[in-house]
């Protein structure tokens, strides 16, 4: 898959779930419930133990069907090691110049994280596609998002930390390209007491949110 290929797929299904867990077993059961509720994309955190396993695991059950990439990847080995496991995009915190070569190296898209204007065009400047705008809620969440619009206007930004079901509306009317979503959908207490459901009827509620935004587009 093209890099371009990839900002369209995300583009099209408009929500990137963000998957931490305590362990593998329980980020995996975070993974097939999203799936289940209709939200072929997914990030798995570097923060989850084995996290480069899961990967390969997830690239080689799914392939394309599901669009697998690696987050919180904040070196170029980091980076190395994901694509080596067959992660399809990579998504910082912040900005690093090393992991966005490393995967363009490969033909891979690496989304950085920013989260002020100067922060944008040292991202723009870097030549990036998809930029995460990290932590956008406690930063004033929507109207952030509308904020950086204004002297950004063709920049696509992806808002993550804080957004939810509530909110994801308003992110996408201050024109978010999509939207990255974390403990609000990966609900690992309701995972926990064995309640997968919850996960599901939340993607699925994610997806109606989307598919609301898009027609009216």
Excluded at 133 to 147: D, M, N, T, V
Excluded at 165 to 190: Q, R, T
């Amino acid at each position: 898959m093209t890099i371009e290929e990839t900002v369209r797929k995300i583009e099209e299904i408009g929500i990137v779930p963000v998957v931490r867990a305590a362990n593998v077993d329980e980020a995996r059961r975070a993974v097939d419930a999203i799936c289940s509720g209709c939200i072929p994309v997914i990030e798995i955190t570097m923060t989850v133990p084995n996290a480069p396993a899961m990967i390969q695991e997830l690239v080689r059950e799914y392939g394309n069907d599901v669009l697998t990439g690696a987050g919180s990847v904040t070196t170029a080995k980091q980076a190395e090691i994901c694509l080596d496991a067959g992660a399809q995009f990579l998504v910082s915190p912040g900005l690093s110049i090393p992991v966005l070569q490393t995967a363009a190296k490969r033909g891979i898209l690496a989304i950085p994280g920013a989260l002020t204007p100067t922060e944008v065009m040292a991202a723009l400047d870097a030549g990036v596609h998809l930029i995460k705008i990290f932590p956008c809620g406690s930063a004033g969440g929507p109207k952030h998002i509308k904020a950086l619009r204004a002297p950004f206007p063709q920049t696509r930004f992806i808002p993550t930390g804080g957004v939810n079901l509530s909110n994801a509306a308003e992110y996408f009317a201050a024109g978010s390209f999509a939207l990255g979503v974390g403990a609000d959908l990966v609900d690992l207490a309701a995972l926990r007491r064995n309640e997968p459901a919850k996960i599901i009827d939340m993607a699925k509620a994610l997806i109606a949110v989307v598919r609301q935004h898009k027609s009216k587009n």
